[in-house]
């Protein structure tokens, strides 16, 4: 039971090497990224917007805390600050929301051979990151310009703007950038990488700490729960504004349609409730047969 | 094919090292890069903020004219100016077009030119800063305004290491183009030549990892024998390492410069709308 206990604990060298391997890697993914150029069709922008599966793989691998740091660190330095084109305070928001989506991703992961949580990892890591960056986007227009819900059209179309892209970043980027080179890099690295830093594999028995496992999943819970009363508020508001300049709609579309996507986005948010409950008590019991084996 | 052979000679590496250099040393003796760091963070601390909240558009087009002077002052590469104007331009532009669909008119324009302005007065304020700056001065600058020590390591081993790195990865995927087969056809709108670039570009990462982090280790074992993690913690080597930054009377004059110039702007603006 002590084993059981026994919590990931890193040398302070160790933390060094996970955060310098991650900054470096991720920071030299930028620089790629940058030089691919982006397709664009119509408001759909095929682009490869960032290459996910390096922090995603390391913040699986290793202690998610310094390769999430590293990693959004490296973005930063590598592809802002060598490149010319750092935003000063802007690049602060960046580094939060990328390094918590990475933290938050490698957390939900205890075991990297496990490929259905390494993808459900992936894929909340992606979606996550996306979500808050919209977020700021729009909060950027709405305190930028006086009597935001007085312009005609525009609240509706800062939505749609950033709705679409949030969705093309999801789809296009987060599949085929984050969630199938992570399945195929996890299962890999795992055993490789680990002696190159002089350290143990992660497996079930090392965990971080009690409260480091759940709280990941308080905070994604609460994510969620924010994204539709955030979304819910925001509709409302447009919605007033919407009888003002385009009542021709509401009326043939009906109040309906606010209902309608707020009861999207809680069927979404309560399907993903349900699955992290549900894995949640998967869990322990994994460890459990482990132990006994 | 040409898509890719114009894609191929842009990422040459030799470019991307020369351009990276450009960039880190290329504008060291203007006004702007004689100044301390810490005067221009406070400098920044106002003019990347402010903007945000003012909604007057006489205020906004004066701090527009001011940061256009000082963005000149700096000797940015008109590449970095190019790309500027091309975000800001398409992001307002494409909000335009779709505000219209949902029943916006010439209504939208005023507060969206507004909202332009604003942003690209923020982006040349951090333009002016950041890019008058060479990476030594950036990186202590920002450790003595207390940001951890990591950052300023970070930047420095970014400029050591990022070069060679890029050699190495450039090698991996030079590699795996020899050994692999190319696709026969291009497919509609080169896609098939595109996937196979692009699975390569994710594929070369594979070995990458594996050496970058035997690299790592060597690193932070040589860091560790000069005794890194001790200076981490050690205020005596912050103070020493930093015990050259000292204000000179140019800091002051730009710092009362800029005042005088808001301060002139705002009454201005307050006699024009009386």
């Not at chain 1, 599949?175 to 399945?183: D, K």
């Not at chain 1, 490789?192 to 409260?211: D, V, W």
């Not at chain 2, 060479?134 to 970014?158: C, M, N, R, T």
Request: aromatic fraction near 12%; include cysteine.
């Amino acid at each position: 039971m002590v084993q059981l206990k026994k919590r990931y604990v890193l040398t302070q060298s160790q933390k060094m090497m996970v955060f310098i391997l991650s900054m470096s890697l991720y920071g030299l993914s930028n620089m790629i990224t940058e030089l691919i150029p982006s397709f664009q069709l119509g408001p759909i922008e095929l682009s490869v917007e960032y290459f996910a599966f390096i922090p995603l793989t390391l913040c699986i691998l290793f202690h998610p805390f310094y390769a999430a740091v590293g990693a959004a660190l490296g973005e930063i330095i590598f592809g802002e600050v060598m490149l010319g084109q750092f935003g000063g305070l802007g690049e602060l928001e960046k580094f939060i929301g990328f390094s918590l989506a990475m933290f938050i991703a490698g957390c939900l992961v205890n075991d990297p051979k496990n490929r259905r949580q390494v993808g459900i990892a992936a894929m909340t890591g992606v979606i996550i990151h996306q979500f808050i960056s919209c977020a700021v986007d729009i909060a950027k227009v709405w305190i930028g310009v006086e009597e935001f819900e007085a312009v005609p059209g525009l609240a509706q179309s800062v939505v749609v703007v950033e709705g679409v892209s949030f969705l093309n970043d999801v789809l296009f980027s987060g599949i085929l950038f984050a969630l199938l080179p992570t399945l195929y890099l996890v299962p890999r690295l795992y055993g490789k990488i680990e002696p190159l830093l002089g350290m143990k594999p992660r497996n079930n028995k090392t965990k971080y700490s009690l409260g480091e496992i759940i709280a990941p999943r308080v905070v994604v819970i609460s994510i969620i729960l924010a994204v539709t009363a955030a979304v819910a508020e925001f509709m409302s508001e447009s919605d007033m504004a919407l009888i003002e300049w385009d009542a021709d709609f509401l009326e043939s579309v009906g109040g309906w349609f606010i209902w309608v996507s707020i009861g999207v986005a809680a069927v979404v948010a309560l399907i993903t409730i349900v699955m992290l409950l549900r894995k949640g008590k998967k869990t322990p019991t994994n460890v459990d047969g482990s132990q006994q084996a | 094919m040409e898509y890719v052979r114009k894609l191929m000679d842009r990422v040459s590496v030799e470019g991307v090292k020369i351009e990276l250099l450009n960039t880190a040393y290329g504008n060291g003796n203007t006004f702007l890069a004689k100044l301390d760091p810490r005067t221009l963070f406070a400098w920044y601390l106002y003019f990347g903020i402010a903007p945000w909240f003012i909604h007057d558009v006489v205020l906004l087009i004066g701090l527009f004219l001011f940061m256009t002077v000082t963005t000149i002052m700096s000797r940015v590469s008109p590449l970095i100016i190019f790309i500027l104007c091309l975000g800001l331009l398409s992001q307002a532009g494409y909000l335009l077009v779709v505000s219209w669909i949902f029943g916006g008119g010439w209504d939208t324009i005023l507060p969206l030119l507004v909202l332009t302005t604003k942003l690209s007065v923020i982006s040349m304020a951090s333009i002016t800063v950041f890019c008058s700056m060479d990476p030594e001065k950036l990186s202590d600058g920002l450790l003595s305004i207390g940001v951890p020590k990591q950052v300023s390591f970070g930047i420095a081993y970014g400029y050591r290491m990022l070069p060679s790195l890029l050699e190495e990865y450039h090698h991996i995927f030079l590699s795996f183009r020899l050994r692999g087969v190319a696709p026969k056809r291009h497919g509609i709108l080169y896609w098939r030549s595109i996937a196979y670039f692009l699975k390569i570009a994710v594929l070369s990462f594979y070995p990458l990892i594996l050496s970058i982090a035997k690299r790592t280790r060597t690193t932070v074992e040589a860091l560790e024998a000069k005794g890194f993690s001790y200076a981490y913690q050690s205020p005596e080597v912050k103070k020493n390492k930093l015990s050259y930054m000292k204000f000179t009377i140019r800091d002051g004059l730009f710092i009362t410069v800029s005042a005088l110039y808001v301060c002139l702007l705002y009454l201005f603006t307050a006699s024009y709308t009386f």
